[in-house]
């Protein structure tokens, strides 16, 4: 059993090609991330100006501090807005790498498939019992991908309940 040029160079390709689609998604996340930051600093800071120029613009403390409390609510909205926001692009970014891995690890059956049943014609007699232990290590890596997967979607469907429930809670 000999891999070709051909197949090698083809692999590399997509390897490349694969860590350029994780490099960009994740810059992609960052870059959301980023803005979101900008964006909340930014708000933070006209939100707090403002807060300060109501509470000196108060005519006694008893107004001061319904002003303050006042400026509370809407601070604890714009903070659950905030984490609904992050969660939002975390989980966006997540389901995009999960399907990349998803496509990978099947290119990955596909080939090492292609090479088993290579190397199953090619064999000498005799050798089917370390095919045969090939074969079922594939199936039982398939098996634990198969759970892997099953379980993080299980840990990504609960974490959107609870912030589903954290943003009803805030309302």
Request: aromatic share 4%; glycine share 2%; hydrophobic share 50%.
């Amino acid at each position: 059993m000999s891999i070709k040029p051909e197949q090698f160079a083809a692999a590399n390709k997509a390897t490349v090609d694969s860590l350029l689609s994780v490099a960009n998604t994740a810059l992609a996340s960052a870059e959301r991330i980023a803005a979101l930051n900008l964006n909340a600093a930014r708000s933070a800071l006209e939100d707090t100006a403002s807060g300060v120029k109501s509470v000196l613009s108060a005519k006694d403390p008893q107004e001061a501090l319904a002003v303050q409390s006042s400026l509370a609510k809407p601070a604890v909205e714009k903070a659950v807005a905030y984490s609904r926001s992050v969660y939002e692009i975390t989980a966006q970014t997540q389901q995009d790498l999960a399907k990349m891995v998803e496509a990978q690890f099947g290119d990955f059956q596909k080939s090492i498939a292609g090479m088993v049943e290579l190397a199953t014609k090619s064999a000498p007699a005799g050798s089917e019992s370390a095919i045969a232990a090939i074969q079922n290590a594939i199936a039982a890596a398939n098996s634990a991908f198969g759970n892997m997967n099953s379980v993080a979607k299980q840990f990504a469907d609960a974490a959107q309940a609870n912030m589903t429930a954290v943003t009803k809670k805030s309302k």
